[in-house]
């Protein structure tokens, strides 16, 4: 199973959350922010309905695959 971690950093003069490289809006208070991730957190782990899907790969390939709406990955929070 995917596991994705949100970590709350000081960012432009505030706090934001961070997933990989990208980060959120920038939110003036550590809680805010918290609160926020929590929130994307708590969103990304609810199961959606099973769909089709079409993306085409680097090589200009197109594939067609199943997405499974269970197949939702762990999400944490880590205050660094």
């Not at 957190?41 to 769909?51: D, K, L, N, R, W």
């Not at 390939?61 to 944490?76: C, F, L, M, N, Y």
């Amino acid at each position: 199973m995917t596991e994705v971690t949100y970590h709350i950093v000081e960012h432009d003069g505030g706090f934001a959350y961070k997933v990989g490289d990208v980060f959120s809006e920038t939110f003036p208070s550590r809680q805010e922010a918290l609160e926020a991730a929590q929130a994307a957190a708590a969103e990304q782990q609810v199961p959606g309905s099973t769909e089709g899907i079409r993306y085409q790969d680097g090589g200009g390939q197109w594939h067609d695959e199943t997405a499974d709406g269970s197949d939702r990955p762990v999400a944490k929070v880590v205050e660094d």
